[in-house]
């Protein structure tokens, strides 16, 4: 009742009954073209691509050529929580739009880089420092503030730009580099954020009005946004429970996918076909997003989650031993592991929202984000470190399958969402200053 009271009673507040899509439809388009062009997939989904190219034009290694996207990797880990704070002291639309500017900048700076390797690893750095404000920790925080009732499913559409440029991406620039060389390619590229996300994301990206958002969210009026500090976040051991799953599942996921073209070869499978196997990915995670993030809406998050992290202890199970493997169980065990990934991403901007609030989101989504970023950056070399000590991949694997079920029990230990809705004397009695977030 009393979240309704002051719904109603704030001056220009939408009605509790009106749809969310409705009015939050354009901000959700313009937040899925920022995460689908900004510094989280692009780089990702093309660098393998341009491995060749660089090494038969500079005579770099693999090993040299890679750690570019390795130091980008730590750097945006880091310093995500600095943007996450940036996107909830100064407003989430400057730290996005100006962010996702300079990664494409940076990108396209690539195409003129002569010969020495520092220049490079020196442009991945840029994109460290300055790219990571165009993940999904800030268009994920508008989001969450547009949408409650209908959250899960809108975060799972949002990150469904990710999968789109995983399927896209990866043809895109395949055709460039035959047919213009990598150079161009790397230009091109930078077109799709400077072209596409950022002038939809001018136009349509930004924050509700106090008055614009849910009444769950807009329960203090407009004097706050309800939920935690990231101190008081970091008190609390379900914050850790969280930072601890998501480490796991990202440790036993990142490593499979990267090997998974050797696990393959390793078990018969030609190149065509363990491509074909890795095209599954694209499709899983679009699926794993929008199912689980319909779910979520639905029901207690942990239990929709606790049989989807689980399903990729079977993908381990399957890929163990030598042996040949039938090519429609390779495609199974990476249907369920891109499935698994699909929402172990809609899963963490959903629980920093509801078991935190959105006071402090964007810097508590930051730190959450670390556990994901660095566990990605170490995942790999884990895994290739476990195949050329032991010759094989099977420990990693019979490890990985533990991992992903303990991540998913452990988020059963978080308990019920907190009730951010109810209204406190001291919000009541607190000033009506703006709020220089919501632009």
């Known amino acids: 009742e009393q979240v309704c009271l002051v719904a109603m009673t704030s001056p220009g507040a939408a009605a509790p009954s009106r749809n969310e899509f409705g009015r939050g439809w354009k901000v959700l388009i313009a937040s899925l073209l920022g995460t689908a062009f900004g510094a989280s997939p692009l780089p990702f989904n093309t660098v393998g691509f341009?491995?060749?190219?660089?090494?038969?034009?500079?005579?770099?290694?693999?090993?040299?050529?890679?750690?570019g996207i390795t130091i980008y990797g730590v750097l945006g880990a880091l310093?995500?929580?600095?943007?996450g704070w940036l996107a909830d002291r100064f407003g989430v639309r400057q730290v996005a739009l100006a962010s996702l500017t300079t990664f494409a900048l940076v990108f396209a700076s690539f195409s003129i880089i002569p010969g020495d390797l520092y220049w490079y690893y020196a442009l991945w750095v840029l994109i460290g420092l300055f790219g990571i404000g165009s993940t999904p920790i800030t268009w994920s925080r508008a989001i969450n503030l547009w949408f409650f009732k209908q959250r899960g499913l809108a975060l799972g559409l949002t990150l469904v730009g990710t999968s789109i440029s995983a399927m896209a991406l990866p043809i895109i620039t395949t055709w460039l580099i035959n047919d213009f060389?990598?150079?161009?390619?790397?230009?091109?590229?930078?077109?799709?954020?400077?072209?596409?996300?950022?002038?939809?994301?001018?136009?349509?990206?930004?924050?509700?009005?106090?008055?614009?958002?849910?009444?769950?969210?807009?329960?203090?009026?407009?004097?706050?946004?309800?939920?935690?500090?990231?101190?008081?976040?970091m008190s609390e051991p379900r914050f850790w429970i969280l930072w601890a799953s998501i480490a796991l599942v990202t440790i036993a996921y990142s490593g499979a996918l990267v090997h998974l073209p050797s696990m393959l070869g390793a078990r018969g499978f030609e190149r065509t076909e363990a491509a074909a196997v890795m095209s599954v990915f694209g499709l899983s995670?679009?699926?794993?997003?929008?199912?689980?993030?319909?779910?979520?809406?639905?029901?207690?998050?942990?239990?929709?989650?606790?049989?989807i992290l689980c399903l990729p202890a079977l993908s381990c199970w399957i890929l163990l031993g030598d042996g040949p493997l039938a090519f429609a169980v390779a495609i199974l065990a990476a249907f369920l592991m891109g499935f698994a990934s699909g929402a172990e991403t809609d899963l963490v901007a959903y629980l920093a929202g509801r078991y935190f609030g959105m006071k402090s989101y964007g810097q508590i989504y930051g730190v959450l984000y670390m556990a994901f970023g660095l566990s990605?950056?170490?995942s790999a070399t884990l895994y290739g470190w476990v195949r050329d000590t032991t010759g094989s991949y099977d420990p990693i694997l019979i490890a990985a399958a533990v991992m992903?079920?303990?991540?998913?029990?452990?988020l059963l230990l978080l308990g019920p969402y907190p009730d951010f809705g109810r209204v406190t004397e001291e919000?009541?009695?607190?000033?009506?200053a703006p709020n220089p977030s919501a632009k």
């Open 50 to 67: 341009f491995i060749d190219p660089l090494q038969q034009e500079f005579g770099w290694t693999r090993t040299e050529i890679s750690l």
């Open 181 to 233: 060389g990598w150079r161009v390619t790397y230009a091109a590229l930078a077109l799709l954020p400077l072209g596409i996300a950022l002038p939809i994301g001018l136009i349509w990206f930004r924050e509700p009005k106090p008055e614009e958002r849910p009444p769950e969210i807009a329960a203090a009026g407009a004097v706050s946004l309800p939920g935690r500090s990231l101190k008081e976040a």
């Open 404 to 410: 992903f079920i303990a991540g998913a029990l452990l």
């Open 427 to 432: 919000e009541r009695d607190a000033t009506t």
């Open 79 to 83: 310093l995500a929580p600095v943007f």
């Open 285 to 307: 995670i679009f699926a794993g997003r929008i199912i689980t993030g319909y779910l979520l809406d639905k029901f207690w998050a942990p239990i929709v989650t606790l049989p």
């Open 376 to 378: 990605a950056a170490v």
